[in-house]
């Protein structure tokens, strides 16, 4: 195996969010050490301008928080007393009766692969039955990434050619290919009261890196979007990369391609900084692509142009990934969608905010050092009462950027062709140029670039909107990331959360009012450095980064660190907190296994049941015996006496 390649998917992160360049923008005010904590404590609970909100009646939690798991051993989920937290769906699992079973030795090809679940859960969404919903339906779970150390028998295979340069075996790739995507499964309560797998499923299914789709919306059938393998610029192969989630009002899953530009290379590098829509988004360039190498086993994944080839070959194939991909888990035959009006972003979410009157929102983090917030409106309402004009919802609509402005304020500006910057002679001929990339037209705007914006919750009741900034340690640093008030520590390894709540609660307004809800790290005053302080009002913990509210209106915070760095060390693994949004109180729910991070988060309508996934553990969850492969597990979450979770 080549020493050059990483294979460890705890190794990429640098790939993962490392910040681009990009045109200046506006003034910002520095603040003093003295004055980000003084700031921070003083945002922690209200919103500047006194218009706080609260979602109606505060929500309890009762449990007694788990201490940091710090045993470097640890190899095991553990929850409070009371409570259970079992393996429910992992890695090689069959998605339905008929599916291969998983092998121990890794033996299992990419046939079998793409009946079974895939490698590195993350965000998913449970589907409720209307005549049963808090005992019967489907649960759709995302496959970020492989871990191609333990997704074949001896590791990834990497041969050289009489040249010296690498190759990848088609088998192997194909397999790696079928372990990406999504994992839709019926899901129900026995006669005793326990969640079973509905093996024999008709709704049982996967769609992975080798699932054909649609592309739609006002990108679909650009030139930018034409390969030689499909001229017409509306079809594609596959989705992979999905980290964070979204779903509709009309029951479809939204999985979202987040770090995507690190499976395409193109070695033509005069040819690279000609196209905005690779150099913005960092597209791998020289001899590889940072990743699995696919392109040496498909070309669909060497955007090198290839002159003697309609359309240059492959070289548009990277513009047709980084969107928001529309399932219909509720009809097995239908075809995926990715929908570009939403814009391409490294997006990490699609989170829905409705109004009673149908007006909508999905709001989207750019999981990248420095990048932004997003949120588009679609241009028609929601109809309850009409399920096929809902349909086309997500075709039509306004991409919009975030601006957070020090004192409190935000604004939302339109990323729409003839408006502003947005005209051919910067580089933005027509609206499709504008969606492609998305960034480089928020550059032009004058949007403010943020901690590494991760996952977008809504609160239920009130629609006050929550983002976690994961970390950035650029901030205050790199000259183009100067501290702001939005994100206020310079080296931030630990992370944020903001909130905000649109003008007259309107989801689809324009302007907005913010405040910091949390800086996440150490107590102040203590033995860390200053710019490792935080605000926590409870269990301290680093890099948020999966973030839900239940129906009672708890705040659920997964995180995502490096657990032997000798920053987080004293954290213990990651975790799940569950936090109070009205008095900023945090509580340890959930530790981890060593190496694992925590993401994804769901349940039922009642709060009775919880899932959450554990992704990449390092040792041998689930069966934690010290032997066996780890594999990313979907973990079930219930009371010992049936009751609601958190209380």
Known sequence: MSGEWRTD??????????????????????????????GGLGLAAVFVGGCAVTGGARPRIGFTPLPAQTDPGFDAVRVPAGYRAVPFYSWGDPIDAEAPRWRADAGNDWRDQLRQAGDNHDGMHYFPFADNPN??????????KVATDFLHPRGATVLHDEQGRPRRPGEEVNKELAAHGVSVIEIA?????????????????RI?????????????????????????????????????????????????????????????????????????YRLSQG??????????????????????????????EPNRFGWVVEIDPFDPDSTPVKRTAMGRLVRECATPSLADDG?????????????????????????????????????????????????????????????????????????????????????????????????????????????????????????GQPVNAANPRPRNLHGQILRWRERDNDPAATVFDWAL???????????????????????????????????????????????????????????LLCADPDNGEVRRFLVGPRGCEITGITGTPDGRTLWVNVQHPGISYPASDGRTRPRSTTVLITRDDGGEIGT
């Open 287 to 316: 001899e590889r692509s940072n990743y699995y190498l696919w392109e040496t086993a498909q070309s669909r994944f060497d955007a090198t142009p290839d002159r003697s080839l309609p359309h240059q070959g492959e070289v548009n």
């Open 135 to 144: 005992g019967h339906g489907l649960l759709v779970i995302n496959h970020e």
């Open 9 to 38: 998917p705890e190794d990429w992160e640098a790939q993962d969010d490392h910040p681009v360049l990009r045109s200046s923008e506006g003034h910002w005010l520095s603040l003093t050490r003295r004055g980000v904590l003084k």
């Open 359 to 479: 007006r909508m929102a999905f709001y989207f983090g750019d999981d990248t050092r420095g990048e932004y917030i997003y949120k588009f409106v679609p241009r028609d309402r929601y109809r309850a009462d009409d399920p096929g004009a809902n349909r086309e919802l997500l075709d039509h609509g306004t991409l919009y950027v975030a601006v957070f402005h020090d004192d409190g304020r935000g604004e939302w500006r339109p990323l729409r062709h003839g408006q502003g910057p947005l005209n051919a002679a910067n580089g933005f001929p027509d609206q499709a140029a504008v969606l492609i990339n998305a960034r480089g037209a928020a550059d032009l705007l004058g949007a403010t670039r943020m901690d590494r914006p991760e996952w977008v919750a809504v609160r239920p009741g009130s629609r006050e909107v929550y983002v976690t900034l994961t970390n950035n340690d650029e901030r205050g640093v790199d000259d």
């Open 189 to 205: 309560k026995d006669r005793d009261g326990q969640w079973r797998r509905i093996m024999t499923s008709s709704y049982n299914r």
């Open 208 to 280: 992975s890196g080798l699932t054909p789709m649609i592309l739609s919306g006002p990108a679909a059938g650009s030139e930018a979007m034409r390969t030689a393998s499909d001229p017409t610029g509306r079809r594609v192969i596959g989705t992979f990369a999905n980290c964070a989630l979204g779903y509709t009002p009309w029951g479809t899953y939204l999985a979202c391609e987040e770090n995507w530009p690190n499976y395409f290379v193109n070695r033509d590098a005069e040819d690279y900084q000609r196209r905005p829509q690779q150099a913005r």
């Open 517 to 575: 809800f949390l800086l996440a790290g150490y107590p102040a005053g203590g033995e860390a450095p200053a710019h490792q302080w935080g605000t926590i009002q409870g269990d301290v913990f680093s890099s948020p980064d999966g973030l839900w509210f239940d129906p009672a209106g708890r705040l659920w915070i997964e995180t995502d660190y490096d657990d032997e760095s000798p920053d987080h060390r004293a954290m213990g693994t990651n975790q």
